[in-house]
């Protein structure tokens, strides 16, 4: 850093000085020939601490385990697996800072506790002081290439626009990240199930053995229950939003006065900006045991966690999703259609029965499946309100869990990551991301096609 | 038209056509009346949200304190005359303050005389006001001898029975306070011994598991260090596609790919994002597990297309004119996008971070993935340490079988809506702020 910013100063002075500071003979403004050669020499310095991060750790590890090999059972060490392996070093690391180790401190581990202590600075020294070299190098390089015809500011640009492309590429790559991390796991994870028990077993209970000898727990990881569960309370969320948000939209643009909808629309979309973790104190707290006691007073026996609570909270969190973007598409309807329904003597009912909502029904279609994708995908709700146990069931009265329960019900807490159990959450983020994503898909294209349709 | 056509009865008039009129015009009413109950119903419910959170928030920002005597025995305290300074706060903090407040409330319930009575009688005050007796020791060693009233911290059960959340018309055994300690309790309350005051230490200490001592900070410095880092994160890389996809990237195959990708990206559930964190940050680079490093990272992939849609909004805002006059100049196309157009549309890149912001700090499930759930008294000092976020406290005492949580649990709502609020009035403070028709 401090010598980009030295190769900065330096660089421009050159550049005024090779025009003894005419600057119009310059091709490029002088500050443009000291930000090149400061980017001469940030760039391999950079690629070399890069590189120390992410290979220091794996040069150290191996110089430490390859140091244990003449020891008296070093030998051992280079047959274990790479798991055993593994921990082995994950020791010696904790050793060397001090912390509790899993295994008794033996003579070898404490001398490879001390290597890698000394491994360690010494390639910490040989990195950064390599790291300073080369960008000295690289800084005096830049620094001779400048002169008055170079032209600095068209390489400074062509670097800036890759840096801006590599940015958009980000994007793609969470995608690739989200899409590979949860393919792999899933892989690992169908290696201790089959894919036909996972996608149509009727059972969902995902404790596994702890121990060998355990008896009884081989676990059932069928994901029929978990998407029952979820349909069920999205079905219930869906079944009070979509009326309530279609007709507020409808409310909102064909019969509210400007100044009602000025004030009725942020209201409205206020809901949308609460947290859901709120939603979900807000459900277990306010709704469910009010569900509860109205069902005791009707001689229903309702579960605390019921469906139906859960479910109606989630619908409250998506009206606003679904009147905001059905309110988008009535307004986008042309008022020449409204005209000549009036003109033909409609009503503003019939107006809006027979000619809008027919009109803009792709999409409010489109909206209805994101609402849907939405209600699918959410957490904190049902996580808090609804209940754990896998139940197959259509009643809404009684609790069932989710697929989103049951990734954060096997997350949290610690566990090793190699267990079918852990592994079986990212085969549920896998089918999760699916759905949404076909349902994101398909509404995107709708409301496309539908857009040219009135442009 | 004819003179005929004047004289007979127009269709209009007929008695059928009046009935079928009426009939329309009613339906008009009731449909329009259907609308509004929609409207009403989705109000309705904001409302009733907002209230009940208030009603059972606002309560867990006071108080309940209870003046005791307090008799300082040096017989307890057996400080040394002749200590330095370190050594002398040493030795009170080792102090037995426990056996002081016992003692001192002996004294001032002379007939409470077993054993178990007068552990009841000790669990009146919280396991807090030792603090408060080894602070006051600590500030002034003279007091070491004297009887001073000092305003002792009830414990949650009494705090909450005296704000109403426990009733004495149920039997003793299903509410946690006895009938002595209510006695006791009334005694204290005659001699005008309870004070209720702010909670100063629910906005000043970390999380504890008891709820009279638990406290947001530690969960709201959390929830900032982890903003910050996504905010450093999402904004420059945010921008800068912006910019790319707006002004300079071709139109073909790979930026309409780009484009559908962060178009999907946008509507991927939190907690997708939260998996994510787990494989890449933690099983692949192996990052600290809880550290608000990773939660940032985490949310600044998820609040990334946010920020982009609402970049390319305000830099699509820029009429063309601005940058013709540029290039006309002589800029280069960088420089135009640098100097012009980026500056220009700052105001609404801004207003859409904000937005994005807003919803990082709301978001709780793809923080429980990457283990932010832990349970964590010490506020954290950087982005390495263990750190918990304000929705996942709130998560985590709403889950909390104490009831003394409950109100606990929608004060820290109200503290986390406010800071929402906060954010988005800025955000609509900004748009009218800067807004600019061309």
């Known amino acids: 850093m401090l010598i980009s910013s030295a190769a900065y100063f330096i660089g421009r002075r050159k550049a005024l000085q090779s025009v003894q500071g005419d600057v119009r003979q310059l091709h490029s403004l002088p500050g443009h020939y000291g930000w090149f050669s400061a980017m001469t020499s940030l760039l391999p310095g950079m690629i070399i601490i890069l590189a120390w991060i992410i290979f220091g750790p794996v040069i150290i590890d191996n110089m430490t385990l390859a140091s244990l090999a003449g020891l008296e059972g070093g030998e051992k060490i280079q047959s274990l697996s790479d798991f055993d392996r593994a921990i082995y070093l994950n020791d010696i690391h904790n050793l060397a800072v001090g912390d509790a180790t899993s295994r008794p401190v033996t003579e070898s581990l404490t ?66 990240g989200i899409v590979s991390s949860l393919i792999f796991e899933t892989l690992r994870f169908l290696d201790h199930v089959s894919l036909a028990d996972f996608l149509l077993g009727l059972k969902w209970s995902p404790q596994t053995a702890l121990r060998a000898d355990q008896v009884g727990s081989s676990g059932a990881f069928g994901v029929i229950p978990l998407f029952a569960g979820t349909l069920l309370i999205t079905f219930i969320a869906l079944v009070f939003a979509v009326p309530v948000g279609l007709l507020s939209a409808i409310y909102m643009t064909e019969f509210a006065s400007r100044g009602a909808r000025a004030v009725f629309k942020p209201l409205l979309e206020l809901l949308a900006g609460i947290p859901t973790v709120v939603y979900g104190f807000f459900a277990a707290l306010v709704v469910a045991p009010f569900i509860r006691t109205s069902g005791d007073f009707l001689g229903l026996e309702i579960a605390s966690e019921s469906a139906l609570a859960a479910g109606l909270v989630m619908g409250v969190m998506i009206i606003p999703l679904m009147s905001s973007l059905s309110d988008d598409v009535i307004s986008a309807v042309p008022q020449s259609l409204r005209d000549a329904s009036y003109g033909l003597g409609a009503t503003k009912t019939e107006t809006i029965l027979n000619v ?38 259509a009643n809404p009265l009684e609790a069932v869990t989710t697929v989103t329960v049951q990734i954060v019900a096997l997350l949290t807490g610690d566990q090793e990551f190699n267990s079918a159990k852990t592994l079986s959450a990212f085969a549920l983020g896998l089918a999760l991301f699916t759905i949404t994503l076909i349902l994101n898909f398909i509404a995107l294209k709708v409301v496309r096609k539908y857009q040219e349709q009135y442009d | 038209m004819t003179d005929k056509d004047l004289t007979s009865k127009s269709p209009w008039t007929t008695e059928a056509m009046q009935k079928r009129l009426k009939k329309r015009y009613r339906k008009e009413t009731a449909f329009k009346a259907v609308g509004l ?198 904004f420059p890389i945010g921008v800068a596609t912006a910019i790319y996809l707006e002004e300079f990237a071709p139109r073909n195959k790979w930026t309409d790919i780009i484009e559908i990708n962060i178009n999907n990206l946008a509507a991927v559930p939190s907690i997708i994002f939260g998996l994510l964190g787990l494989a890449i940050f933690l099983n692949v680079f192996n990052m600290p597990r809880s550290a608000p490093l990773v939660g940032g990272l985490t949310l600044a992939l998820m609040t990334l297309p946010t920020i982009i849609i609402t970049s390319r909004a305000a830099i699509r805002a820029v009429p063309p004119s601005i940058r013709e006059a540029a290039i ?9 996008q640098l100097h012009h157009v980026l500056p220009l549309s700052l105001p609404g890149i801004l207003t859409g971070t904000i937005i994005g912001m807003a ?80």
């Open chain 1, 111 to 176: 001398f490879a506790a001390q290597y890698y202590q000394r491994a360690q600075q010494d390639i910490f020294w040989i990195f950064s002081l390599s790291a300073v070299a080369i960008s000295a190098l690289a800084a005096t390089l830049g620094i001779r290439k400048i002169s008055p015809t170079m032209r600095s500011r068209n390489i400074l640009e062509r670097l800036i626009l890759s840096g801006l492309a590599l940015c958009s590429l980000l994007a793609v790559l969470t995608t690739v």
């Open chain 2, 328 to 336: 006309g100049m002589g800029a280069s196309k960088i420089q135009t």
């Open chain 2, 37 to 234: 109950s929609g409207l009403l119903i989705g109000l309705c419910a904001l409302a009733i949200l907002v209230i009940s959170i208030f009603t059972t928030g606002l309560s867990g920002f006071k108080e309940t304190r209870l003046t005791i005597d307090v008799y300082m025995d040096p017989a307890i305290i057996k400080a040394a005359p002749d200590l330095d300074e370190d050594a002398r706060i040493a030795h009170m903090a080792k102090v037995n303050h426990r056996a002081l407040i016992r003692n001192s409330l002996r004294l001032s319930f002379p007939d409470v005389k077993s054993r178990r009575d007068i552990m009841a009688l000790q669990r009146l005050t919280s396991n807090g006001a030792r603090d408060e007796v080894r602070q006051a020791l600590i500030d002034d060693p003279t007091i070491i001898g004297k009887t001073i009233p000092m305003n002792l911290r009830a414990s949650s059960t009494v705090d909450m029975y005296i704000k109403g959340q426990i009733s004495r018309d149920v039997a003793q055994s299903s509410r946690k306070i006895s009938d002595k300690q209510l006695v006791w309790l009334d005694k204290l309350n005659a001699e005008g011994r309870i004070v209720k005051g702010f909670n100063w230490i629910f906005l000043s200490s970390g999380d504890s598991r008891e709820p009279e001592l638990a406290g947001i900070l530690g969960a709201a410095i959390g929830s900032l260090l982890t903003l910050l880092v996504t905010l450093v994160i999402a």
């Open chain 2, 359 to 438: 919803q990082a700090l709301g978001e709780t499930a793809p923080l429980l993935m990457i283990g932010m759930v832990a349970f964590i008294v010490d506020v954290p000092e950087g982005i390495l340490d263990a750190a918990t976020a304000l929705p996942v406290q709130i998560f985590l005492w709403a889950d909390s079988a104490e009831r003394g949580f409950m109100e606990k649990t929608s004060a820290a709502i109200i503290v986390l809506l406010l800071f929402l609020v906060l954010m988005n009035g800025l955000a609509i403070w900004m748009r009218h702020k800067f807004e600019k028709r061309w």
């Open chain 1, 356 to 393: 809008i909502i027919p009109s803009a029904l792709p999409g409010i279609v489109s909206a209805f499946l994101l609402a849907a994708s939405r209600a699918i995908g959410e957490t904190m709700i049902v996580v808090m309100a609804a209940g754990m146990a896998a139940n197959l069931t």
